[in-house]
């Protein structure tokens, strides 16, 4: 079993910027990837950047591209997502997921990854 405790949400004005964290704990050495998703009111789960693990190659959702960075701390087992420029459109419910089914290449990030582990989300609002 794997654990994720996201952290870093808040309030920030449009313009802004904000890093999620997301700490790994329990059968982590079998982690091959990592992403970010969101869910605003009313609609349904997005993916916004997905990592592999440990090689660090991403994928972005078109919305962020340009405004997001997804990281990875490989000695903290722990993933970050860098959102800089937010727009009110950005406001969800920010989760963290990992998976370990056995991967390889681009299959290990593609956008079409399937998640076993979730955390429990952190809200992220963009509001003046």
């Known amino acids: 079993q794997v654990q994720l405790v996201e952290s870093g949400g808040g309030l920030v004005q449009p313009g802004g910027s904000l890093r999620l964290s997301c700490a790994a704990s329990?059968?982590?050495?079998?982690?091959?990837?990592m992403g970010w998703y969101r869910q605003a009111p009313g609609k349904q789960r997005e993916l916004v950047a997905t990592?592999?693990?440990?090689?660090?190659?991403?994928y972005y959702a078109d919305s962020v591209k340009g405004r997001f960075t997804i990281s990875k701390d490989n000695a903290k087992n722990t993933v970050y997502l860098q959102m800089n420029s937010l727009k009110p459109e950005d406001t969800a419910v920010y989760y963290c997921?990992?998976?370990?089914?056995?991967?390889?290449?681009?299959?290990?990030?593609?956008?079409?990854?399937?998640?076993?582990?979730w955390g429990q989300g952190t809200q992220v609002t963009v509001s003046s």
């Open positions: 997921a990992a998976d370990d089914d056995d991967c390889s290449g681009i299959g290990c990030y593609a956008p079409s990854r399937r998640y076993a582990y």
């Open positions: 990592i592999s693990w440990p090689g660090g190659s991403t």
């Open positions: 329990g059968s982590i050495f079998s982690i091959n990837a």
